[in-house]
């Protein structure tokens, strides 16, 4: 009776949450405890949820303060010069503006977000595009690419997939490190592409046309929290949490709980200022981990309840033992198009962990089938993913159809995606 109502529960989960009809935190919590009771647990459902939510409470605790640490960096200003610097370098060159536009989309989404990547990258390096006349798809496509590679600890994907299956975020994603090298190397490789193609279909040729660089305009309440005179000290201090929790495998939530604290009062000293960026970017930071302690209640009940491992034994017993082996590389590969039919909750909180435990019947680690699935899955795939809003901001900013961009920019994310699971089972760090 477990393995068809946990499916069940994963495939009413599934279609509430993409017809929408439920919103993920409500569904997270609703559908499993419903399922519960309905197998007879009672009051010890409370228990599972507790269990689960245990689980899941460091990662919550820093997706809260790491996305408070990069609003209050991003609030001082920490990345503007480095923002001014290539846009003074990329001058009207089209190759250089292209990989500009990776560059800047790569440094701006060191806080994870992939909407707020769009909305810097793209109003800054527009003009450049439009005073050229250059392809909009390849300003769509230069700065998914950046933001889809650079998946990070504190990312979503990442913190879902921890929570999921409660494995800490650096132990996942320090063996993906060198795999994330060969991913940054094609996202270049294809930015220099793009451009020279831009340069031939523009009839540059190898004219290295230089103009007056496109100042960025701020509002005077940005002006007004930048400190231009604490950039190094910030950019020191954000490089040395990044070392802690890498090499130093300093647990991540506490490197963000002390970071914020030296953030605020490195930049803000004044309470009543501190108070207000707090308040900025809170909104941000609790709904997802909300979600996320929600999800730790919903895979409590679906492991305690026993759900989870008939589900498991029951795909055993239908998936041929040579196909099962290769799961973990077969995952990688098809990584990247899924995140077209499954938006990152259902995914990672449903899918995700009937997957682990049905490989791990064949011998393969959870931690080698989560890692097959961030080298695609809402990484490499959210840019063009229907299910997200970032990429519809990204379009509407571009002045694109989404079509046109999906269209456009579906190869070369598929492509870093193939490659990084190749460099993955080559590196050793998934099994072919």
């Keep these: ?8 529960t994963i495939l009413i989960l599934l279609a509430l949450i993409a017809r929408r009809i439920m919103t993920p935190l409500s569904a997270l919590i609703a559908i499993p405890v419903v399922a519960a009771l309905v197998a007879g647990f009672g009051a010890k459902t409370a228990a599972f949820m507790l269990h689960g939510i245990q689980g899941v409470a460091g990662v919550a605790g820093m997706f809260i303060f790491a996305i408070l640490f990069f ?43 992939g909407a707020v990547t769009f909305l810097v ?48 975020v650096t132990a996942i994603f320090s063996p993906l490190l060198p795999v994330q090298f060969v991913g ?28 007056e660089p496109v100042a960025r305009k701020l509002s005077e309440a940005q002006v007004a929290l930048r400190r231009p ?54 909104q ?15 895979t409590g009940i679906m492991k305690d309840s026993g759900m989870l491992d008939a589900m498991a034994k029951s795909a055993v017993a239908f998936a041929p033992v040579g196909i099962a082996r290769h799961l973990p590389v077969m995952l990688g590969l098809v990584s990247m198009p899924l995140s077209v039919l499954f938006d990152p909750d259902s995914f990672y909180f449903g899918v995700l962990p009937v997957l682990a435990k049905t490989a791990a019947a064949y011998g393969i680690q959870p931690i080698q089938i ?37 269209k456009f920019t579906f190869p070369f994310l598929f492509g870093a995606s193939v490659l990084m699971t190749m460099a993955a089972v080559a590196l050793q760090v998934i099994p072919l």
């Design 1 to 8: 009776m477990l393995a068809p109502l946990g499916f069940l």
């Design 71 to 113: 609003g209050v960096m991003t609030d001082a200003g920490m990345l503007d010069p480095l923002i001014d610097g290539i846009l003074r370098t990329v001058g009207s060159n089209p190759t250089r503006i292209v990989m500009g536009t990776a560059l800047l989309a790569l440094l701006v989404h060191l806080d994870g977000s």
């Design 121 to 168: 990258t793209v109003p800054v390096m527009l003009p450049l595009y439009e005073r050229l006349g250059m392809d909009k798809r390849v300003l769509a496509c230069a700065a998914s690419l950046a933001a889809g590679v650079n998946f990070l600890p504190w990312t979503g994907p990442l913190i879902r997939a921890s929570a999921a299956l409660h494995i800490p």
């Design 184 to 211: 940054l190397a094609f996202v270049f490789g294809a930015s220099w592409w793009l451009g020279r193609k831009e340069t031939k279909r523009l009839g540059l040729g190898s004219v290295n046309r230089t103009t």
């Design 229 to 282: 005179g604490r950039v190094a000290i910030n950019l020191t201090l954000t490089l040395a949490l990044i070392a802690g929790m890498i090499a130093a495998k300093l647990d991540p939530v506490a490197v963000f709980m002390v970071g914020l604290v030296l953030a605020l009062q490195i930049n803000y000293p004044s309470l009543k200022v501190q108070k207000e960026r707090i308040d900025a970017h809170s």
């Design 284 to 298: 941000a930071a609790l709904m997802m981990a909300g979600i996320i302690l929600a999800a730790g209640a919903f």
């Design 370 to 406: 989560t890692q097959a699935a961030l080298l695609g899955l809402h990484t490499t795939g959210f840019p063009v993913s229907p299910l997200t809003p970032a990429p519809f901001l990204l379009v509407g900013l571009c002045g694109l159809e989404f079509r046109d961009h999906q």
